[in-house]
T-cell receptor, first 114, second 110 residues
Framework: NAGVTQTPKFQVLKTGQSMTLQCAQDMNHNSMYWYRQDPGMGLRLIYYSASEGTTDKGEVPNGYNVSRLNKREFSLRLESAAPSQTSVYFC?????????????FGPGTRLTVL | SQQGEEDPQALSIQEGENATMNCSYKTSINNLQWYRQNSGRGLVHLILIRSNEREKHSGRLRVTLDTSKKSSSLLITASRAADTASYFCAPGAGSYQLTFGKGTKLSVIP
């Protein structure tokens, strides 16, 4: 099993460009998450999907959109990238259908917005 | 969701020593999780302790939870260089939103 995979691993954008970060999990998990991590900071939740067909805002949703394409895939879109969105983005998933489960993380996408 | 605050921010020990890091939180929880992050990698789940548990072990890890003090501690015994990482706690109150603090950066010197 690959676990949680993310593409791309690295990306450089210019201000105003758009892009989609892809995330997929092969653990048949119900819930998926997108976090960002800035230097010296903990992870902050951007959006999450408790189950297929639902998405909800987290702590820092502004400037982002998400799509839960199916049970396996959860994408994060930046419509008009800004330098403040330079960060490392992590996708995670958890199973069991409740919030009381461990989260499994992907390797991250390092995004730089110039 | 609520954020856990890890203490100390940084910890440096010799290989073979024990490492203790603490987590404090503000409101009632259902469970508390600890995660490890190696440099540049995603977080890895270490252990989950439920609010009705006081202590839990997993290999060289020992986690305690004191709900009256709203605090938890993670002890790593007989530390190894490979334990060098940042450690985060995540208090869970029944929400899907886990909030992570800034973590404790542990350096284990060979």
């Amino acid at each position: 099993n690959a676990g949680v995979t993310q593409t791309p691993k690295f990306q450089v954008l210019k201000t105003g460009q758009s892009m989609t970060l892809q995330c997929a999990q092969d653990m048949n998990h119900n819930s998926m998450y997108w976090y960002r991590q800035d230097p010296g900071m903990g992870l902050r939740l951007i959006y999450y999907s408790a189950s297929e067909g639902t998405t909800d805002k987290g702590e820092v949703p502004n400037g982002y959109n998400v799509s839960r394409l199916n049970k396996r895939e959860f994408s994060l879109r930046l419509e008009s990238a800004a330098p403040s969105q330079t960060s490392v983005y992590f996708c995670a998933s958890s199973g069991g259908g409740t919030p009381y489960n461990e989260q499994f993380f992907g390797p991250g996408t390092r995004l730089t917005v110039l | 969701s609520q954020q856990g605050e890890e203490d100390p921010q940084a910890l440096s020990i010799q290989e073979g020593e024990n490492a203790t890091m603490n987590c404090s939180y503000k409101t009632s929880i259902n469970n508390l999780q600890w995660y490890r992050q190696n440099s540049g990698r995603g977080l890895v789940h270490l252990i989950l302790i439920r609010s009705n548990e006081r202590e839990k072990h997993s290999g060289r890890l020992r986690v305690t939870l004191d709900t009256s003090k709203k605090s938890s501690s993670l002890l790593i015994t007989a530390s190894r260089a490979a334990d060098t990482a940042s450690y985060f706690c995540a208090p869970g109150a029944g929400s899907y939103q886990l909030t992570f603090g800034k973590g404790t950066k542990l350096s284990v010197i060979p």
